[in-house]
């Protein structure tokens, strides 16, 4: 266990080098001047000069990156050139919106997805499964920002249970800001909890036919039991794998729910800095964003080998 720990450790940290070398270089070939968008076309070249050199543009561009890299890792993030604030602290309001929106959807598309895929692996073949399939592939095949619409037209403008979007922030109350993200959290997670039906579904299929599952059977245990005691906890393994590849997706990946319920939180950051050529803003996000799936990916691994005795022993 210790072991693989370790080697997970040093992955990471290769993989956080080797990510931010990249997104550092992407971001320096995108076309475009930050210092003349700020500016505009019409400015005078001594102070265009003049702020790029105020902006640290004038340097090579390994210098550039050790100042960035080594102030992200003491936590700075830099200062975004268009609101000219702390990007850590942008960061930190957006993420106050993200960040519960994501754990909301991911917390939803399991409580959902994994008893639905569970129920119809126990009975393949039937009307159920036959009925957890149809759906399923439905909620895959339904936009997200279709749902969002259809969900703010029923419930936000018909039945008015739920505001319609905006978000009131979470010092006007848990619940006020818990009521703002559901109708968001829920189309992030129909499509979700699809994909987690299905690979629940499959993989608790390919279980039971396993020989320890047979045993098992043989012993006299019933389908339900073998499949609650002995095939469930083997069955769950690539479901964690795709449970960790969701989580930063609905983090990072909700730009167009954002913009449909008018949410402040990352996705629309990183639009609104892509627009507005905000190249330290951009880079910043994007790299807490890598940061977080390496992160996610390792706690993953770690999960893998608490689940699977097998997994903890050397090779």
């Known amino acids: 266990m210790i072991r693989a720990v370790a080697l997970g450790l040093v992955s990471l940290v290769v993989t956080l080098i080797v990510a931010s070398v990249l997104v550092f270089a992407a971001m320096q070939v995108l076309p475009g001047d930050p210092a003349q968008v700020m500016l505009g076309v019409n400015a005078q070249p001594d102070t265009l000069a003049a702020l790029r050199a105020e902006l640290g543009l004038d340097q090579p561009a390994v210098a550039r990156y050790l100042a960035w890299i080594s102030g992200f890792l003491a936590g700075d993030l830099g200062m975004s050139h268009t609101y000219g604030v702390p990007v850590a602290e942008l960061v930190g309001e957006r993420l106050a919106v993200s960040l519960p929106l994501a754990v909301l959807a991911l917390a939803l598309s399991a409580a959902v997805g994994l008893p639905l895929g569970m129920w119809a692996a126990?009975?393949?073949?039937?009307?159920?499964?036959?009925?957890?399939?149809?759906?399923?592939?439905?909620?895959?095949?339904?936009?997200?920002?279709?749902?969002?619409?259809?969900?703010?037209?029923?419930?936000?403008?018909?039945?008015?249970?739920?505001?319609?979007?905006?978000?009131?922030?979470?010092?006007?109350?848990?619940?006020?800001?818990?009521?703002?993200?559901?109708?968001?959290?829920?189309?992030?997670?129909?499509?979700?909890?699809?994909?987690?039906?299905?690979?629940?579904?499959?993989?608790?299929?390919?279980?039971?036919?396993?020989?320890?599952?047979?045993?098992?059977?043989?012993?006299?245990?019933?389908?339900?039991?073998?499949?609650?005691?002995?095939?469930?906890?083997?069955?769950?393994?690539?479901?964690l794998s795709v449970m960790g590849l969701q989580f930063p997706f609905l983090l990072a990946g909700t730009i167009i729910v954002e913009n449909v319920f008018f949410l402040p939180g990352l996705g629309r950051l990183i639009l609104q800095a892509v627009n507005q050529r905000d190249l330290i803003v951009v880079q910043g996000v994007v790299m807490l964003l890598v940061a977080s799936v390496a992160a996610v990916n390792f706690a993953v691994n770690i999960a893998y080998a608490l689940v699977d005795p097998r997994l903890r022993r050397p090779a």
């Open 122 to 239: 126990a009975r393949r073949g039937g009307f159920v499964d036959r009925a957890v399939l149809f759906f399923t592939q439905l909620g895959i095949a339904v936009p997200n920002f279709w749902l969002a619409m259809l969900l703010v037209l029923v419930f936000a403008v018909t039945w008015r249970w739920l505001p319609p979007g905006g978000f009131p922030g979470w010092e006007a109350g848990a619940g006020a800001g818990v009521r703002a993200l559901v109708l968001p959290a829920v189309a992030l997670a129909v499509p979700q909890g699809a994909i987690l039906a299905q690979v629940m579904r499959q993989s608790l299929i390919d279980t039971l036919h396993q020989d320890f599952v047979r045993t098992a059977r043989a012993k006299g245990l019933t389908r339900g039991e073998a499949l609650r005691r002995h095939a469930l906890r083997n069955a769950i393994i690539p479901v």
